[in-house]
Structure formats: structure tokens, C-alpha cells
């Protein structure tokens, strides 16, 4: 049985199709939840591919039920897709879906009827104490770029931003009075974040004249802290490829990525002690659930440092 027919758009002899609900779905994501437009975009290519699928099927939207979920997830299998990457089409459907049903443009969601898929867990990446330490003595600071740098790395610590958070500061943001700046993180939800004297050393020196240096070429006035080489603002794009070139000059170090960082934070604040509610609203995290993956990555390294130690352990006389 179909699910979702309409009622209120029906009722007023109006049509909207497909299209036109996930333009103003973007539209809502971008201007309301404030996500990212890297995950705006993730979102517009999953969904864009689902209303694909829904044509070859010669169905509408409005026909999608529990039997074609099922369906549509035989697809993704033998599309031969990880069971990661179908969860995350599953869960961008399902908040499509939701956003349809708010909006009383369907009646149910039957992506709500269908469990995501058991993964293994991953645990975040992070660095440890000593390779932050060599890799922020390490970073060169020559030029105004490589200073720029410098500060956006110490930040991505020192504050555990997220790459989004960090290009979409602007100056009226930082208090280097107080130490503190205020960030716009996910939902569009804002927090206060403090920072140490390091940065705060950094941030003066910044705004007082590698900022001015690099912005001198820019057509335009703007606010944001971040710049390019033109003078325009930072892309998370541009903030990935800065991360990722200062990696492959670090020796002994994986690949970077700015979470990377914040991931370094969290571990290292609940190794020290730090409460895990502070480390949550430092963080921005909604939901405890998600600081207490870090607890499981200081247990794991506690228990390694016990059996290394501990002179019981060691096979002897």
C-alpha cells in the first residue's frame, strides 16, 4: 500500500513535484539548520540519486512505502555499497522524508520503518600529546600565509572547532579580552568557547597585520577572520587542502584533516581528567553519546600503558 498521499497542497489544487520539494529542502538546511555547504551538497547528490532510482522505477514520491524501502535497499547492497555509506543514505532519505511530512506534503515517512544497518564501530582518529606538540613547533612561519596557518592549526586544538565553525568566524566573534570566541556550530546553535594565552598571542598578531597583508588584494569588504591568498574567505575546501599539504610535511604522521584535531582535543582533556560534560559543551555535542566515544578510546589506551607497565604482565623467570 502507497504511503504519503497528499493532503493540504491536494486540497488547494496545487502541484509541486520532486524537484521543487528538494530545492526548498536545501533551502532549509542551508538558511535554517545552517549545515554546511559541503553537506548541503552530500545531501542534494543522495537525495537527487534516490529520485533517480524512484524514475527508473516509474514511480513518484508519493508512492514510496515500507515494500519499496525494502527494495531500495536491496539496490544499495548490490550496488555493492558499505554498510556506512547505505546508513547515510538511509538517514538523509529519512530526513527528507521527515521534512516532507512537517510540511504536510506526505502523510507518513517509511524510512522510519527501517533500521539502519549494524557497523562495526570506528574509532576517531586523533594524534597523540607529543605529535601535536612536534607537529605546532614545526609548523613554519615565514610568510603571512604560513602564519595564517599556524593560527588556523593552534585554533583547530586549542578550541576543537569543526572546519565549518573555523572558516565561518568573523571578527566580531573573538573577545581577546575575555579569551573567548563565539561559535555558530551545527543547528545553527551557538556556544562560547574558550581559548589559551598561546592563541590569543597568535590571534593579535593576526589581526594586526598578516590579516591586512593578505587581504590587501580583496575587491571586498567582509568580516570573516579567515582569508585566502586573494583576500576572500577561507573554504572549508581551502582549510582541507592547507591541513592535508601541512600533513604530508610532518614526518611520522598519517594523513590529516581538520577534525582530526578536534578529535586530538577530546581525547586528550579526558585523558587529563577533564569531566565529560565539559568536553560535551566544549564541543557542541547534543548528545553525551557522542563525547563518550572518546572515553572508550582513553580506557583502550589506559589498559595499554597498564599492560606495558605492569611488571606481572611480562613473561619471565
Known amino acids: 500500500m502507497a504511503y504519503g498521499p497528499l493532503r493540504s497542497w491536494n486540497s488547494l ?34 537525495i537527487s540519486e534516490f529520485l533517480g532510482y524512484l524514475d527508473s522505477q516509474v514511480l513518484t514520491i508519493e508512492q514510496v512505502d515500507y515494500q519499496f524501502v525494502r527494495g531500495y535497499l536491496v539496490y544499495l547492497s548490490e550496488k ?8 547515510h543514505r538511509l538517514s538523509v532519505q529519512r530526513s527528507f522524508f521527515n521534512y516532507l511530512v512537517k510540511q504536510d506534503y506526505l502523510e507518513s515517512n517509511p524510512f522510519k520503518l527501517v533500521e539502519s544497518l549494524k557497523t562495526r564501530r570506528q574509532d576517531p582518529e586523533f594524534l597523540y600529546l607529543d605529535e601535536i606538540n612536534d607537529l605546532l613547533d614545526g609548523l613554519p612561519v615565514n610568510s603571512p600565509l604560513e602564519r595564517r596557518n599556524q593560527l588556523m592549526v593552534e ?5 576543537g572547532l569543526r572546519a565549518g565553525e573555523l572558516v565561518n568566524l568573523r571578527l566580531g566573534d573573538i573577545d581577546l579580552n575575555e579569551q573567548i570566541i563565539s561559535v555558530i556550530g551545527k543547528g545553527n546553535k551557538q556556544r562560547f568557547v574558550p581559548f589559551c594565552d598561546e592563541v590569543a598571542l597568535l590571534l593579535q598578531d593576526y589581526l594586526s597585520t598578516t590579516r591586512n597583508d593578505l587581504g590587501a588584494n580583496c575587491s571586498t569588504v567582509h568580516d570573516y577572520l ?6 576572500n574567505q577561507l573554504t572549508t575546501r581551502g582549510l582541507e587542502k592547507i591541513i592535508g599539504k601541512i600533513g604530508e610535511g610532518f614526518s611520522g604522521s598519517r594523513r590529516l584533516y581538520p577534525h582530526m584535531f578536534r578529535h586530538s582535543l577530546a581525547t586528550h582533556l579526558l585523558e587529563a581528567g577533564a569531566n565529560i560534560r565539559f568536553v560535551q559543551e566544549l564541543l557542541g555535542h547534543e548528545n553525551l553519546s557522542t563525547t563518550q566515544i572518546y572515553t ?15 611488571i606481572r604482565n611480562k613473561k619471565g623467570d
Open 296 to 310: 572508550h578510546i582513553t580506557k583502550e589506551h589506559l589498559a595499554a600503558v597498564y599492560r606495558k607497565a605492569n
Open 80 to 87: 555493492k555499497l558499505k554498510k556506512n555509506s547505505i546508513n
Open 13 to 46: 489544487s496545487k502541484t509541486m513535484d520532486s524537484t521543487e520539494w528538494l530545492s526548498e529542502f536545501l533551502d532549509y538546511l542551508e538558511h535554517q539548520k545552517a549545515y554546511s555547504s559541503k553537506t548541503v551538497e552530500s545531501y542534494r547528490r543522495e
Open 155 to 159: 585554533m583547530l586544538y586549542a578550541c
Open 226 to 231: 579567515f582569508v585566502n591568498r586573494f583576500g
